[in-house]
């Protein structure tokens, strides 16, 4: 298992068998469970910024990228703007969950940024509920039946 890139409390198992099932699943369907995860936590940016048009325009890209009509580079691109998003936020819960989009959103340009997103909604949870692991538990356990179910 690989060790998270950014600090979080998290249930360690469930992480690791959330990144064991990641190589198991194609490209795009990494990239299309990328963006549930990031769309999970998209209300607590919604929260500080109320047009959030930045972050659907790169949801877009990356679902344009997943049938083949947006290039690995448009990807890249599109990721980069979602984090501006995350730099224009005052709380640090919303630039977290705009963090969690640009990582998703970048899944098209290498499916490494999967398990980052995944850890981004993980602190987003954590930063929200005061690092409860029930809340982090239950965090992890929807991604991982959010993953299975497109795995299939």
Known sequence: ???????????????????????????????????????????????ELANVEQVEQAFKVNELWQVGQATVHQVRQAGL?????ARQCQNEIAKT??????????????????IVASDYAIKVIGLASGNNITSITEERIWQLEQLQSNGK
């Open 81 to 85: 703007q979602t984090h501006k998003v």
């Open 97 to 114: 969950a705009a963090r969690t989009a640009g990582q998703a959103v970048a899944v098209g340009h290498m499916k490494e940024h999967a």
């Open 1 to 47: 298992m690989s060790k998270s890139k950014i600090k979080i409390v998290d249930d360690l198992s469930l992480r690791a068998e959330i990144e064991q099932t990641i190589e198991k699943i194609s490209h795009v369907q990494l990239a299309q469970w990328a963006l549930s995860v990031a769309r999970h936590v998209m209300p607590y940016l919604e929260q």
